[in-house]
């Protein structure tokens, strides 16, 4: 019995072995002949939420690893910031590259296909996978853009980790800043909503800080990793969780299919598999004819519960707490055991349902090829009146030379029938017709040709008509081989290239134009990319000093340009390539000729394509001529100005000399005219009887005297001042004291002119490093000015001011004011308000000049303030500085004595 049920066993496993034999010699199938679509698949370096390999092996199996279809995959380096470069690089990989679809695999993907969609991937339909819901791509162009927006389930994940561990207080959240990072607040606000744990933030570390702060958090702790790490210097290294789980017993969650096996326990997770399946099924709608803009994006939630079996039990897990329905890696006490009972009963009927399901796929297979068989004749049909629309000339010959077949366009080119041509040499058809005599000559020639070389041959031909128009033809004739190496025979294609012939004729006519045009132009155009010389005109070669333009082909702009200007010129082709500006402002620069001359120019660029490549254009203007005409004009100019100063010069020059000659004149006349009275009355005798017409004729010559001092004072003050030998005696003195008893000290003399004189100060005393003589000058300059030009029953105003550092002295006065466009002239010398001989005031225009220098040596400010007809206030501003080695100043008497004298000299030009 024991054999019996032996031998059983063996016939049923040799039946099983024939069955599965017959599965695979049988499962054929049939598919029509078209032709091979190539995909390219772009992803950036760095870890994603989905699993790339599972991704890319759902597409493959959806797909059906079918041969039709040629799958490129490019990585993009994520490290590189400059996505600049990276375009440079794929632009020169894929210039001979045509793709069906794009596939961008991560969001950096996706925004570089994005960014240079017209320069790389123009009218190719790009289905972008594993992208992040937070991915603004409402900016996609929908006509070419279609895709899956991943939506991570982060709150199924947080439920599931705070079930399995009920002990948990806290939750460090690990997030870094990479591209491929989910939304921080989107993070939050999931967090945010009905939990009650302390949150631990740990954004954008590496990983020595990582650890230091999983080192420094206390009670029971669950990590939840949002972050894909791309492993630089700065980010944190992901994948040290598997040993910051085993070392600090610290369990780890996350979204991320990418992390699962790297120490993570599991959590709610997008399938790879399934999202590439879904893509796949998007490429097969696109090229079964589906416009991108029918599609619409996708957003998967298909989420499932992923979790690693080493890691549960790790922290005691039992394959009971996960959640139903959940996939479990790495579950080694998984075996295969069946029973011979189980072997009879399920086995045996599995077989014979797969050999049912054989023998319907080859009945279905038999019925597919008879659809295909009819389908292809279709498609012979469909192609032959392709071929016979095309405006090409298509012809087949054998090996020996006879046409085999050929569409309409040739008929017509030759003007035959399609019946009387085929089978036929080319010599026999030259008989025919004497006009194409000669292109069947032509052809025969050109046949041996294709023989001798054994290769394809690319020629014009021509065929000339009886009208006398002459056709252009790009001829190519290919020769085809039997297996042996015999000759089978030759494909020809002929395409008429009459127009584009007389185009490029005219090309090469308007281009030898503009090349004339630019070798006659005076300034220099210059054709480089980045740094070095494609094209230089004859202008270009003279201004750096050599014979032939050629000779600066393949240099460098730099060997020219003055060492200045190479920063600049390297901001500008940056500006013109990287941030899109298409011509730069008029920049003036220095060439240096062979012969080390600098010569200036003015330059002028803008970006263009040429011979295939983004090249720049500048063109460039010797001024040097301008600049010598600009540097004359200048000089011409600071001459018109020095000219100008000098009569102005000569012109204050005569009226000052006219105002002291005027000044002079008036008190020596009335001296002398006192002389000449005092003359007379003593030859009359009559001055003993009349003291009191004495003392007047004194007191006019004691007046006129002072004045004559006062101006010799005044031009002898402005001559020291200018030379450089005017000194002032600073002293610590109480500037307030000085201010009152000089004010006080005019007063009466002022009252008697009938103008109230107003003294006031809110300081008592303030200390200052100052000269009381000069401050003197000042103040009764001022008040001479004041009392001289106010008005009968007017008001002088002498106020001081502390603030703190400094200390303000004003007179102010209600007289008669200056007009506003005089106001900036009354502190220059020799300059007067009223110019004329006939003025109501005496003075020669140094008063507040000196007045104005005093100040100034002692480090202060005066300006003016004044209102025509209402009057005038000047304001001096002293600083509040002590002579620190010095002692208080009082003011002696002689100072106060002296008074009296200096007020009639100041006073004296003011008529009584």
């Known amino acids: 019995m024991y054999r019996k049920n032996k031998g059983v066993s063996n016939i049923i496993i040799y039946c099983c072995l024939v069955l599965i034999l017959c599965i695979f010699l049988g499962n054929i199938s049939f598919s029509r002949a078209s032709q091979r679509k190539n995909i390219l698949i772009l992803r950036a370096e760095c870890k994603n939420y989905i699993n790339i390999n599972e991704l890319m092996e759902g597409i493959r199996d959806k797909l059906g690893n079918n041969k039709d279809f040629n799958i490129h995959i490019d990585i993009i380096n994520s490290r590189n910031n400059n996505i600049y470069e990276m375009y440079k690089i794929y632009k020169e990989r894929f210039q001979h590259n045509k793709f069906d679809i794009v596939i961008p695999c991560d969001n950096i993907s996706l925004e570089f296909t994005r960014k240079y969609q017209n320069q790389l991937f123009k009218n190719m339909p790009i289905i972008f996978c594993n992208i992040t819901d937070d991915f603004n791509y409402t900016k996609l162009d929908h006509s070419y853009f279609t895709g899956i927006i991943n939506q991570p389930d982060i709150k199924s994940t947080l439920n599931t980790a705070l079930k399995l561990h009920p002990d948990t207080r806290k939750i460090m959240i690990v997030n870094d800043q990479s591209f491929e990072t989910i939304n921080k607040e989107k993070i939050r606000k999931t967090l945010d909503s009905g939990y009650d744990i302390e949150y631990i933030s740990c954004e954008n570390v590496n990983s020595k800080e990582f650890q230091d702060r999983i080192q420094a958090v206390n009670g029971n702790v669950v990590l939840l990793c949002f972050g894909v790490s791309k492993n630089n210097a700065k980010d944190m290294c992901i994948f040290n969780i598997k040993n910051i789980s085993s070392t600090y017993r610290i369990p780890s969650y996350s979204i991320s299919e990418a992390l699962i096996d790297k120490g993570i326990i599991g959590g709610m997770m997008p399938s790879g598999y399934e999202h590439g399946e879904n893509v796949a099924e998007i490429i097969l709608r696109i090229l079964n004819g589906e416009k991108v803009k029918d599609i619409p994006i996708i957003k998967d939630d298909s989420n499932r519960f992923l979790f690693d079996y080493i890691e549960m039990n790790k922290f005691g897990i039992e394959l009971s707490d996960i959640p139903k329905d959940s996939e479990v890696i790495n579950k080694d006490n998984y075996g295969f055991y069946v029973s011979r009972k189980q072997f009879f009963y399920k086995i045996i009927p599995t077989f014979i349902f797969f050999l049912i399901v054989i023998i319907v796929i080859q009945l279905i297979n038999i019925s597919k090829l008879k659809k295909v068989k009819q389908k292809l004749k279709k498609s012979e049909e469909r192609l032959r009146t392709i071929i016979n629309a095309t405006p090409d000339l298509i012809f087949i010959k054998d090996g020996e030379g006879k046409l085999l077949d050929c569409n309409k366009s040739f008929l017509n080119a030759f003007s035959l029938n399609y019946k009387g041509c085929i089978g036929k040499y080319a010599f026999e058809l030259a008989q025919t017709n004497d006009i194409y005599r000669q292109s069947y000559v032509s052809s025969i020639n050109k046949d041996q040709k294709v ?168 063109v460039m203007s010797d001024i040097r001529e301008r600049k010598r005409v600009e540097e004359l004009s200048k000089n011409i100019k600071d001459k018109e100005k020095l000219l100008n100063e000098t009569l102005e010069y000569d012109k204050l020059r005569t009226e000052f000399f006219a105002n002291v000659s ?184 140094v008063g507040l000049s000196l007045v104005k220098v005093l100040v100034e040596m002692h480090g202060g400010i005066i300006y003016a303030k004044s209102q025509y007809n209402v009057g005038s206030e000047f304001i001096i501003e002293l600083p509040a500085h002590v002579i620190t080695d010095k002692g208080i100043n009082p003011i002696d008497g002689d100072m106060k004595e002296n008074h009296v004298e200096r007020i009639n000299i100041e006073f004296s030009d003011i008529y009584k």
């Open 662 to 845: 005027h000044e002079l004149r008036t008190p020596l006349n009335i001296i002398l005219g006192v002389a000449q009275m005092f003359k007379i009355l003593i030859d009359d005798k009559s001055l003993d009887n009349n003291p009191k017409s004495l003392k007047k004729y004194l007191n006019m010559i004691e007046q006129n005297t002072y004045r004559l001092i006062r101006i010799v004072n005044n031009l002898i003050d402005i001559t020291k001042m200018d030379s450089g030998f005017y000194e002032i005696n600073f002293q610590n003195c109480d500037i307030v004291n000085i201010v009152e008893n000089i004010t006080s000290s005019v007063a009466k003399y002022i009252e008697d002119k009938k103008i109230e004189l107003i003294f006031d100060t809110d300081v008592e005393e303030k200390i200052i490093a100052c000269d009381p003589d000069k401050i003197e000058k000042i103040m009764l300059n001022l008040l001479s000015n004041a009392t001289k030009f106010s008005k009968d029953n007017g008001k002088i105003r002498v106020n001081m001011y502390d603030k703190v550092d400094s200390v303000v002295i004003s007179v102010k006065d209600n007289g008669i004011g200056i007009p506003n466009e005089k106001l900036k002239e009354v502190f220059e010398k020799f300059k007067q308000v009223d110019k004329s001989f006939k003025r109501s005031h005496e003075g020669c225009g």
């Open 451 to 618: 023989w001798e070389k054994g290769r394809l041959i690319q020629v014009e031909d021509k065929i000339v008509y009886s009208d006398g128009r002459t056709k252009v033809f790009d001829l190519i004739k290919v020769p085809i081989y039997e297996d042996n190496g015999n000759p089978r025979g030759i494909v020809g294609l002929a395409r008429d290239i009459t127009t584009r012939k007389q185009i490029e004729n005219k090309l090469r006519e308007s281009e030898e134009r503009y090349r004339t045009l630019l070798e006659l132009l005076p300034v220099t155009v210059c054709l480089h990319y980045e740094d070095i010389i494609h094209f230089v005109n004859k202008a270009g070669a003279e201004i750096v000093g050599t014979k032939d333009a050629d000779e600066l082909i393949g240099r460098s702009i730099y060997e020219f340009l003055h060492p200045n200007y190479h920063e600049m010129f390297k901001e500008k082709i940056e500006q013109l390539y990287n941030k899109g500006i298409t011509i730069t402002s008029l920049d003036k620069e220095k060439l240096i000729t062979v012969d080390g001359e600098c010569i200036d120019i003015e330059c002028i660029s803008k970006c263009l394509f040429y011979d295939g490549k983004e090249m720049i254009l500048s």
